[in-house]
């Protein structure tokens, strides 16, 4: 048996410590070479054009395009498998039952602090889009939300209508006994004469016989010639506003107070719940976007690739497509925290983004002509 003193000796010798350390890294590298040996299992997010599934069972998009790309330039073998929930990717990816995710993945704070990101993939942001509400039932129902808008003006004015009838009639009363056919002799005249007379219809049937009516007719000729141009003028600007808003980009003020849609767990969600915006939650998005069609929202929330893409597809001429962002973000593959994929995929990722042929093949699967 080797005595102590002789065993630490051996353990201390520089020469043992460095074959001890080549085999630890001979037996890594061999596991690690063992384990890249097995197709990777590639997540794909089930959202057009990014990744979806042909009707031959086939995947295709333009983030799987990219992915297949990198994987020749790295020279690994994988296997995609369709995810249609978010949720489901970032917890397989915690679990690490993917090796990597790809498709409409946007890098957010709350995916930041569960998984990892490449290198931007594509340039995203979230964006809006609303109904385009055409014809005369649309017309109506906008006049409808504009009279509503200034229902306090209006009340004022049947308000100091009731008044000037009121008053004129109660100037009056002394003539009553003459029996002038065109005094006004009732409250129901009075109110009368005030209501045409702010129509500027004047009829002349119901006119003033005393001083005290006549003064009362003059201030309410020139007050309701006032009211009359306020009130009308309001809504015209009103309405106007209206049709140059609806062409214009919303903003994150104009959600406010609307019925909002947006499909669960996506970058459009997360943008709702940090904002505390209620929203109705879908499982997918042509899901959302058909409510919307269908008047049960107001607007949809979404990443503007899917959603610009979805709707030249389906929903041209009934919904408005985004025009613009309401924040800007980008998108790339998930992966694992830690993942020793990381630096090989954003090598590759770097220059092929890069290219002009992949700007080409991306603007394509977009209908983007530059």
Not at 164 to 193: C, F, I, K, Q
Not at 325 to 340: D, F, H, K, N, W
């Amino acid at each position: 048996m080797m005595p102590l003193s002789a065993l630490l000796r051996l353990l201390a010798a520089p020469t043992f410590v460095r074959r001890l350390a080549a085999a630890l890294a001979f037996l890594i590298s061999a596991g690690f070479a063992v384990a890249q040996e097995a197709p990777l299992r590639v997540a794909v997010y089930d959202a057009p054009p990014y990744g979806h599934v042909e009707p031959d069972g086939s995947i295709d998009g333009v983030s799987v395009d990219l992915w297949r790309r990198v994987a020749e330039n790295l020279g690994c073998e994988y296997h995609l498998v369709p995810v249609a929930q978010m949720e489901e990717i970032l917890q397989g990816l915690e679990r690490k039952d993917y090796d990597a995710a790809i498709g409409a993945i946007t890098i957010t704070p709350a995916r930041l602090a569960r998984v990892d990101f490449s290198y931007p993939t594509h340039r995203s942001g979230v964006a809006v889009a609303t109904r385009q509400d055409v014809g005369p039932m649309a017309a109506f129902m906008s006049y409808g939300a504009v009279i509503a808008e200034l229902a306090p003006l209006i009340a004022l004015t049947f308000a100091l209508l009731i008044v000037m009838g009121v008053a004129m009639w109660l100037a009056e009363r002394p003539m009553r006994p003459r029996n002038h056919e065109s005094a006004v002799d009732t409250l129901r005249d009075g109110v009368y004469w005030a209501v045409v007379t702010m129509t500027t219809v004047g009829y002349g049937d119901k006119t003033p016989k005393t001083a005290a009516g006549r003064i009362i007719a003059v201030l309410w000729m020139l007050a309701s010639v006032a009211l009359i141009s306020i009130l009308s003028t309001s809504i015209v600007s009103r309405m106007t506003a209206e049709r140059v808003v609806g062409g214009l980009r919303v903003t994150e003020a104009d959600l406010a107070g609307k019925r909002l849609a947006a499909v669960a767990h996506s970058s459009g969600a997360e943008y709702l719940d940090e904002r505390h915006l209620r929203y109705a939650p879908f499982d997918d998005l042509a899901a959302a976007v058909t409510a919307l069609d269908r008047g049960q929202a107001d607007g949809i929330v979404n990443s503007i690739g899917a959603l610009q893409y979805l709707l030249a597809a389906r929903f041209k001429d009934r919904i408005k497509a985004p025009q613009g962002v309401l924040e800007p973000a980008y998108m790339a593959i998930a992966l694992p925290s830690g993942s020793p994929l990381k630096k090989s995929l954003d090598e590759a990722l770097v220059g092929i983004t890069a290219s002009q042929e992949w700007r080409q093949i991306e603007d394509g699967y977009f209908g983007r002509q530059e």
